[in-house]
Nanobody, 122 residues
Framework: EVQLVESGGGLVQAGGSLRLSCAAS????????IAWFRQAPGKEREGVSC????????YYLPFVKGRFTISSDKAKNTVYLQMNSLKPEDTAVYYC???????????????WGQGTQVTVSS
């Protein structure tokens, strides 16, 4: 059974940092990229970043580039999203999802975690 479990969310002041984790199980880690999405209240879900576990290649949306860093620990089947210089507009529920290699980061996400809330106060 494929499982993705996010953790690490919380309440932080603007300018602060959080590190999200996505622990994956039930599939071959190297066959997928892992993507992070977020959904703010009243807004559509949007892609944030992704990483290929096979070759470590990464992708960031412009609004997080330079502030967020995605990484992968293959020994733990876990992907991290280090979020620095957080802004109130980063407030959202953050989800990780699988992305089969060759389909892009945000086009074919069959498996999702339950989400973790990130709240950034001004």
């Amino acid at each position: 059974e494929v499982q993705l479990v996010e953790s690490g969310g919380g309440l932080v002041q603007a300018g602060g940092s959080l590190r999200l984790s996505c622990a994956a199980s039930g599939f071959t880690f190297d066959d997928y990229a892992i993507a992070w999405f977020r959904q703010a209240p009243g807004k559509e879900r949007e892609g944030v970043s992704c990483i290929s576990s096979r070759d470590g290649s990464t992708y960031y949306l412009p609004f997080v580039k330079g502030r967020f860093t995605i990484s992968s620990d293959k020994a733990k089947n876990t992907v991290y999203l280090q979020m620095n210089s957080l802004k109130p507009e980063d407030t959202a529920v953050y989800y990780c999802a699988t992305a089969p290699l060759g389909y892009g980061c945000f086009n074919k996400n069959d498996y999702w975690g339950q989400g973790t809330q990130v709240t950034v106060s001004s």
